[in-house]
Each structure stands twice: as C-alpha cells, then as structure tokens.
Nanobody, 127 residues
Framework: EVGLVESGGGLVQAGGSLRLSCAAS????????IYWFRQAPGEEREGVSC????????RYADSVKDRFTISSDSAKNTVYLQMNSLKPEDTAVYYC????????????????????WGQGTQVAVSS
C-alpha cells in the first residue's frame, strides 16, 4: 500500500507554469506506476500523464502533450508534473494515483485499474 499527497497547485495566468508534486509514503515510487488525473467541475475525471517504475515508460494525454512533463525523483520518493503554457481549460483538481499492482503506462484509462488516490490539488488558470 502507498500513501500519496499532492501539492503545488494554485492560481496562474494563461501561459504560465506550475509544478505539481506527488509525495509517496509507505512504499517506493519505483514499485508503482504513478498517474496524474484531473477533474474539472461537471466533468469526468480524465487521465493526464503516467510514469512507470516497471519500465520507465511515460504517457501523456493529447491535450497536454508538449506542454506537460512528468518526472520522478526516487531519492525524494516524489513524482512531479511540470505544467507549462497553461490554458484556462487546464483548470481542474489534479490527483495523483497508483494502480494496486505495478504496470507499464500503456494507457491513461481511469477504469483500467483499481488505484490508490491522493486528496487532490486545485489548479486554476485565468484567461
């Protein structure tokens, strides 16, 4: 089992940047694939990005490709999501999550696995 805590959200103007952190406890992030999901008001939660401790694979949603970068720091047991060129449509609560078992980042499907979840961090992008 792994505990996940997100931080780094906030309010930023369009075109700005934020870096989200997902700090893990109880287990090593190298033993999991760490996903970022987001949920805007009235919308379904959607997959944003993933990094896998199994094979180092990463994956991005088309909507964030070339703007967001996921990375991990094993020494800090933390996964980061660097978000650049932010748009108002990126406004959402961002959650990190880890499937119960170690997987490769083959997709960003919310319903593919059972996940451990963090509590979320709010990102708001003003126009």
């Amino acid at each position: 089992e792994v505990g996940l805590v997100e931080s780094g959200g906030g309010l930023v103007q369009a075109g700005g940047s934020l870096r989200l952190s997902c700090a893990a406890s109880g287990s090593s992030i190298d033993d999991y694939a760490i996903y970022w999901f987001r949920q805007a008001p009235g919308e379904e939660r959607e997959g944003v990005s993933c990094i896998s401790g199994l094979d180092g694979s990463t994956r991005y949603a088309d909507s964030v490709k070339d703007r967001f970068t996921i990375s991990s720091d094993s020494a800090k047991n933390t996964v980061y999501l660097q978000m650049n060129s932010l748009k108002p449509e990126d406004t959402a609560v961002y959650y990190c999550a880890a499937p119960f078992r170690l997987v490769s980042c083959s997709n960003l499907d919310l319903y593919e696995y059972n996940y451990y979840w963090g509590q979320g961090t709010q990102v708001a992008v003003s126009s």
